[in-house]
Structure formats: C-alpha cells, structure tokens
C-alpha cells in the first residue's frame, strides 16, 4: 500500500509515520516545515519512504502525489486555538480547503482517513459522556475549521474520521502548548501551577496510540467501516485538578492551587465514549500514567519552552 500523508513531520506525524513503514507501507510525506524542527531524519534510510517540502495547499503539487496514493491520511493542520486566531486566513486554507483539496483530487477508491479532534463537543452535558452521535458544538475557529473539514470528508465516502482526545507524550516535533504536555512541564521546571476553572474536563491519548489507531484502520478496514470515531483514553476523563494530582504522584515537590478569580479562555469541558472504536478491536497501550512518566524524562532534556504551536 502507497500512503501520502500531508502534515507527517507534526507532532503526530513524527510518530505516525514510522509507524506505518513499519507496516511494511511506502509513505510519501508533504510538510512545510513550518516550525522548524527537523523530524523524521531515522526515516531517511528507509528506501519505501520519500518525504517533498512543499505545501498541501498547493493543487498542482498535489494533484500529481494523490493519483499516486492508494490512501491519503491529511495531517497538515493549523493545530490548536491560538494558532488558528492568530492568523484566519491560513487556518481556513489549511484545516478546511487544503482537505477539501485532497478530496478534489482523490478517486472514490482511493480512501482518507482524517484526524479530526473531540473538541466539536465544546460543551457536554454535566457527566453525560459524548458518542459520535452527540451534537458537535465547537466554540472556536480551529474547532469549527475541523468540524466542517470533517463533515466534507464524511460526505465523500471511503473515509474515517478519529475525533482524537487532548494528545500527549513525547515526539521527535515535540509540543509543549498541549495540556499535559504543558502541566507536566510546569511541574518540573516550576513545581507550581495555579489552575483557573479546574472543574473543567476533557479526554486525553497518548500521541504514540493515536499512531496506532490510524495503523489498525488500515489494517482493519472491515472491522472500521466508514465513519467517525472517537479515539481516547476511556480512563482518563479527568478534569484539570484531577490531572495535577496525578502529575503530583510522579513530580515531588510539585503544588497546585485554584484561583479564586480569573477564567480559562478555553471553555471546552466534556467527557467522551471510546466504545465504538474499542468494539473494533482497538485499544490503547500506553495510560496517562506512562506518558507522565515519559514527559518527565523528556524534560529533562528540554529546557527550554522552544516547542509549541503558538508563540
């Protein structure tokens, strides 16, 4: 099988690619290189893989990469919410038309699988767990960009959607600006995190289980037919306080107080079902626990808040 994956040198990217050469797949990747960081040298050796820097916005590139693909995984994203405010124009031409792109220029046997994110809920109902069949309230640009890049895709055919979870760990193109990636650090580096709205909940997967999950899609397409999934932790619904107390179990010294007054400009607080990704087959690998592991070990090389999608 031929892949092309947009966006491959990203965060999950980074992981997934290796991921699926080990599949035994060849994978072409199209990245900008936007922030940077150097990932996917360790893959440069493979002879199945082949990596262009250009752009995913770009049809005349494109259109001559997809007709070569058996399978387009569309990566390539303005990823999170202050780095799609900080500049409109390019989220909307990156998450939503570069995507509506890919579909342009795909034949209907030629399949997509799309990463989309569980942020669509925006706000769940009090200890109601969202389904794939829940309402899809975004409440910001990115949420709303992903959304309706995930409806297009649906629309299409031959598809599936992962709605993924709040991802952590470590990545060859690390990123500290998500939330237990950015706790974990605040814990080691200042032993000290002051939590606004900490009743706040949300679901997380680690990064390495989101790269998995695209591989089991690919090697299971009948057991994950068309449609969109929810991909996360299902232990690890926690709200903001519970997350520091289980960063506190691995992080000595560490402290953490609610404030009193101030607010989270993000007001995303849901909980989530993984059951229908989990009656395929799939399940996670690694727990909350094991990447808080990890993280720390990680920050013990990074020193620095060099990696993140927003400035």
Known sequence: MKILVTGGAGYLGSLLVPELLSAGWEVTVVDNFLYGVPSLLDCCADPRFDLVRGDARDEALMSGLVSKADCILPLACLVGVPACDRDPIAARTTDLDAVRLVLKLRGRSQKVVFPTTNSGYGIGKKDALCDEKSPLKPLSLYGKLKVDAEDAVLNAG????????TAFGMS???RLDLLVNDFTYR?????????????????????????????????????????????????????KRQLCEKIAEHVKDFRFVEAETGEDPDKRDYIVSNKKIEATGWRPRHSLEDGIRELVKGYRIIRKNQYSNAW
Request: aromatic fraction near 10%.
């Open 187 to 239: 814990a080691v580096t200042d032993r000290y995190i002051v939590l606004f709205e900490a009743r706040f909940r949300r679901n997380f997967i680690h990064a390495r289980d989101v790269a998995g999950a695209f591989r089991f899609c690919l090697e299971h397409p009948e057991a994950v037919p068309d449609g969109p999934y929810n991909v996360g932790l299902s232990s690890a619904n926690l709200d």
């Open 158 to 165: 031959n598809s599936v959607t992962l709605r993924l979870a």
């Open 172 to 174: 060859p193109r690390m």
